[in-house]
């Protein structure tokens, strides 16, 4: 990026004062157009609605008026959507380079808080809303469906028109630790269920460990339901003293 900056400094440098009338020179807003033009094809090609800005060229800017029409592409590496430079280059017979900062937005759907939401909220469908917004690019667990928020807890303070991901929720405790809880062991046919106390929080379909109350050993197991963990067959820890 500092390699193209240098390139239209390079260019002003050269063509301010160069003695060309207005009518011998290139239009700034030209170069813009070409520019958004060209932008919004390309991203058209992987994206239905997107939003090209281009950057504001510095009105000193003096260059050749090009009698040929304007050539504009993406330097190696550029990325879209996001924030990037493209090239446009007259190969008329006074041939010049310019880099032209933009940005180009894609249109997501989303999930947003309606209002600030306070860590340990449970929440509700009232909570939040769904709209569409430009985005340079889709956050990492990023919720585009409001039924996925429901029943789920807010992990950390969360203001009003933020985003929603799913690492900013996590399910609603169907067990807490130092809850008493049954533990639920099948062997064959045979059921048995005894009591238990939780020695760590959990949600539904988390691994927690139990202590048996009544043998005071420490096993593991999935809960299935609230308050309800699953034991499987692997051997129990050693008694806790």
């Given at each position: 990026?500092?390699?193209?900056?240098?390139?239209?400094?390079?260019?002003?440098?050269?063509?301010?004062?160069?003695?060309?009338?207005?009518?011998?020179e290139q239009p700034l807003e030209s170069i813009r157009t070409a520019v958004a033009n060209f932008l919004q094809q390309e991203s058209a090609?992987?994206?239905?609605?997107?939003?090209?800005?281009?950057?504001?060229?510095?009105?000193?800017?003096?260059?050749?008026?090009?009698?040929?029409?304007?050539?504009?592409?993406?330097?190696?590496?550029?990325?879209?959507?996001?924030?990037?430079?493209?090239?446009?280059?007259?190969?008329?017979?006074?041939?010049?380079?310019?880099?032209?900062?933009?940005?180009?937005?894609?249109?997501?759907?989303?999930?947003?808080?309606?209002?600030?939401?306070?860590?340990?909220?449970?929440?509700?469908?009232?909570?939040?809303?769904?709209?569409?917004?430009?985005?340079?690019?889709?956050?990492?667990?990023?919720?585009?469906?409001?039924?996925?928020?429901?029943?789920?807890?807010?992990?950390?303070?969360?203001?009003?028109?933020?985003?929603?991901?799913?690492?900013?929720?996590?399910?609603?405790?169907?067990?807490?630790?130092?809850?008493?809880?049954?533990?639920?062991?099948?062997?064959?046919?045979?059921?048995?269920?005894?009591?238990?106390?939780?020695?760590?929080?959990?949600?539904?379909?988390?691994?927690?460990?139990?202590?048996?109350?009544?043998?005071?050993?420490?096993?593991?197991?999935?809960i299935i339901e609230a308050g309800v963990v699953e034991v499987g067959s692997g051997r129990p820890a050693a008694p806790i003293n």
């Amino acid at each position: 990026m500092q390699r193209y900056s240098l390139i239209a400094l390079l260019a002003v440098f050269c063509s301010l004062g160069s003695g060309h009338g207005q009518a011998d020179e290139q239009p700034l807003e030209s170069i813009r157009t070409a520019v958004a033009n060209f932008l919004q094809q390309e991203s058209a090609q992987n994206a239905q609605d997107v939003k090209v800005e281009v950057g504001r060229l510095d009105p000193r800017l003096r260059l050749a008026a090009c009698n040929n029409p304007l050539a504009v592409y993406l330097p190696p590496g550029a990325r879209l959507p996001g924030n990037t430079s493209a090239g446009v280059r007259c190969e008329g017979e006074t041939p010049w380079t310019l880099f032209v900062p933009a940005s180009v937005r894609q249109k997501f759907v989303v999930v947003s808080a309606v209002q600030t939401l306070p860590r340990g909220k449970l929440l509700t469908l009232t909570d939040v809303r769904v709209e569409s917004r430009y985005l340079m690019n889709l956050p990492t667990g990023a919720l585009t469906d409001p039924a996925m928020v429901v029943g789920r807890v807010v992990v950390r303070h969360t203001a009003a028109g933020s985003l929603l991901t799913a690492g900013a929720l996590r399910e609603e405790r169907a067990v807490r630790r130092g809850q008493s809880v049954t533990l639920s062991l099948a062997a064959g046919t045979l059921a048995i269920r005894v009591a238990g106390t939780a020695l760590k929080d959990g949600a539904l379909g988390d691994r927690i460990t139990v202590r048996n109350t009544t043998s005071n050993r420490v096993v593991e197991g999935v809960i299935i339901e609230a308050g309800v963990v699953e034991v499987g067959s692997g051997r129990p820890a050693a008694p806790i003293n």
